[in-house]
């Protein structure tokens, strides 16, 4: 057998066991840190260029995975929820969901944009890139936007056209001293307009509570990204689509609502409880059908863990 053969086997395995682990809580990681190590493939690459016995590749195969593991434990930088590989920890996964943002995050910058009652529909366009990105509580305003990146160069801009305000939030310039990802941002929403958001986070951890608004389109893509979405379903069609690389993916939809799940994924596992397969990549609640609110979510990943829960 060739190295080839046993290495892509051994890595696919491998993938498959970090999923597992992460999902039950074993380990933690964020995508965006096996990003930063995509160095590790030229190295591994190289190594299956080296004219020697299969043996002796994959000898120098696992050294280099075990020593990039432990070199990453030892001196990686370590930033809340970066850069730190946590074995049996349920506790930090906890303290995630429930800690107060004002006792984990100091945000020093602040941009919002007034509300005006003659806007009936706003479009939220966000292009940030690497960090973690909340958006969970109300606000008065249209929008407002808290972030903690002193170096960072955040551009926000807001068009009214008719009942339609159309925010553009991008991400200009930033800096990322040694490695160490510091790029908490967290957004309010004003809940009485009727969302479309259109959002480009990148290597990022997003953690998106839509329950409390209205949203009619939602299309985030990401690159190695933990996604955690909780929707609402105040409105007779929510429209989600969803595109990412290697990503862990978490939705939660109520179960009032009828939702529908189309999934597009390649080397992924898929979690979908209360759903009925009715097609070769297509799925049902019971009550889709006789529902009047749907939920539609259209999943293109790439090695990914997707769950789909309902509330």
Same mark, same amino acid.
């Given at each position: 057998?060739?190295?080839?053969?046993?290495?892509?086997?051994?890595?696919?395995?491998?993938?498959?066991?970090?999923?597992?682990?992460?999902?039950?809580?074993?380990?933690?990681?964020?995508?965006?840190?096996?990003?930063?190590?995509?160095?590790?493939?030229?190295?591994?690459?190289?190594?299956?260029?080296?004219?020697?016995?299969?043996?002796?590749?994959?000898?120098?195969?696992?050294?280099?995975?075990?020593?990039? =593991? =432990?070199?990453?434990?030892?001196?990686?930088?370590?930033?809340?929820?970066?850069?730190?590989?946590?074995?049996?920890?349920? @506790?930090?996964?906890?303290?995630?969901?429930?800690?107060?943002?004002?006792?984990?995050?100091?945000?020093?910058?602040?941009?919002?944009? @007034?509300?005006?009652?003659?806007?009936?529909?706003?479009?939220?366009?966000?292009?940030?890139?690497?960090?973690?990105?909340?958006?969970? @509580?109300?606000?008065?305003?249209?929008?407002?936007?808290?972030?903690?990146? @002193?170096?960072?160069?955040?551009?926000?801009?807001?068009?009214?056209?008719?009942?339609?305000?159309?925010?553009?939030?991008?991400?200009?310039?930033?800096?990322?001293?040694?490695?160490?990802?510091?790029?908490?941002?967290?957004?309010?929403?004003?809940?009485?307009?009727?969302?479309?958001?259109?959002?480009?986070?990148?290597?990022?951890?997003?953690?998106?509570?839509?329950?409390? =608004?209205?949203?009619?389109?939602?299309?985030?893509?990401?690159?190695?990204?933990?996604?955690?979405?909780?929707?609402?379903?105040?409105?007779?069609?929510?429209?989600?689509?969803?595109?990412?690389?290697?990503?862990?993916?978490?939705?939660?939809?109520?179960?009032?609502?009828?939702?529908?799940?189309?999934?597009?994924?390649?080397?992924?596992?898929?979690?979908?409880?209360?759903?009925?397969?009715?097609?070769?990549?297509?799925?049902?609640?019971?009550?889709?059908?006789?529902?009047?609110?749907?939920?539609?979510?259209?999943?293109?990943?790439?090695?990914?863990?997707?769950?789909?829960?309902?509330?």
């Amino acid at each position: 057998m060739s190295y080839r053969k046993i290495f892509w086997g051994l890595l696919l395995v491998l993938v498959g066991i970090l999923f597992i682990l992460k999902n039950t809580g074993v380990v933690f990681f964020n995508w965006h840190t096996i990003w930063h190590l995509w160095p590790v493939i030229l190295i591994l690459w190289g190594i299956s260029l080296i004219p020697v016995k299969d043996w002796i590749k994959l000898v120098l195969s696992f050294a280099t995975v075990v020593i990039t =593991f =432990f070199a990453m434990q030892q001196y990686g930088p370590k930033d809340n929820h970066n850069w730190d590989f946590n074995w049996n920890d349920h @506790d930090r996964n906890f303290n995630r969901d429930n800690n107060d943002e004002d006792t984990s995050t100091t945000y020093n910058n602040v941009m919002s944009e @007034d509300f005006d009652s003659l806007t009936k529909f706003a479009e939220l366009k966000l292009n940030i890139g690497v960090g973690n990105f909340t958006i969970k @509580d109300t606000t008065y305003k249209l929008i407002e936007v808290k972030h903690d990146n @002193d170096n960072a160069n955040y551009s926000m801009t807001a068009k009214a056209e008719d009942s339609l305000t159309i925010i553009d939030l991008s991400l200009e310039k930033g800096e990322f001293n040694d490695g160490d990802i510091k790029n908490n941002v967290n957004m309010k929403l004003n809940p009485n307009p009727i969302w479309d958001l259109d959002l480009n986070v990148g290597a990022a951890e997003v953690d998106f509570d839509f329950s409390a =608004f209205k949203t009619r389109n939602l299309k985030i893509q990401g690159g190695a990204s933990d996604i955690d979405l909780k929707l609402g379903g105040s409105l007779p069609l929510t429209d989600v689509k969803l595109e990412a690389g290697a990503a862990s993916i978490v939705i939660r939809v109520p179960e009032s609502v009828g939702c529908e799940i189309i999934s597009n994924t390649f080397l992924s596992s898929k979690v979908f409880d209360g759903f009925t397969k009715i097609g070769k990549q297509q799925y049902q609640t019971p009550n889709y059908d006789k529902s009047a609110n749907k939920i539609k979510i259209n999943l293109q990943a790439g090695v990914a863990s997707v769950s789909v829960v309902r509330y």
